[in-house]
């Protein structure tokens, strides 16, 4: 399985970009596809997460209301939606496949529960 993550760039404090990420390889109904970011000094944060299946959906705190994951499951790929980014929403932005088949954010906002991650990309927001 092989992940790609595009779609990262400069942006201006209340403005918008969309990421995307690919899969290619094997894959499984019922897995899942997480977002995570990480910035300077700081720890990997959970963003979004979405399953193939049943497109049930989760968003960590800081971005509720503000971003949307979605799926195309006939291209095996996710998209992040961004809007209203502020400056902390700047990081290096994951994605990774789930490993579990349970639905539930418990099972999508610890990274234990993925198994392949993509190579990362970089979004700025400029105040």
């Known amino acids: 399985v092989q992940l790609q993550a595009s779609g990262g760039g400069l942006v201006q404090a209340g403005g918008s970009l969309r990421l995307s990420c690919a899969a290619s390889g094997r894959t499984f109904s019922g897995y899942g596809i997480g977002w995570f970011r990480q910035a300077p000094g700081k720890e990997r944060e959970f963003v979004a997460g979405i399953r193939w299946s049943s497109g049930d959906t989760y968003y960590g705190d800081s971005v509720k209301g503000r971003f949307t994951i979605s799926a195309d499951n006939a291209k095996n790929t996710v998209y992040l939606q961004m809007n209203s980014l502020r400056p902390e929403d700047t990081a290096v932005y994951y994605c990774?496949?789930?490993?579990?088949?349970?639905?539930?954010?418990?099972?999508?906002?610890?990274?234990?529960?993925?198994?392949?991650w993509g190579q990362g990309t970089q979004v700025t927001v400029s105040s």
């Open positions: 990774a496949r789930n490993k579990v088949y349970y639905s539930g954010i418990s099972y999508y906002t610890n990274r234990r529960m993925y198994d392949y």
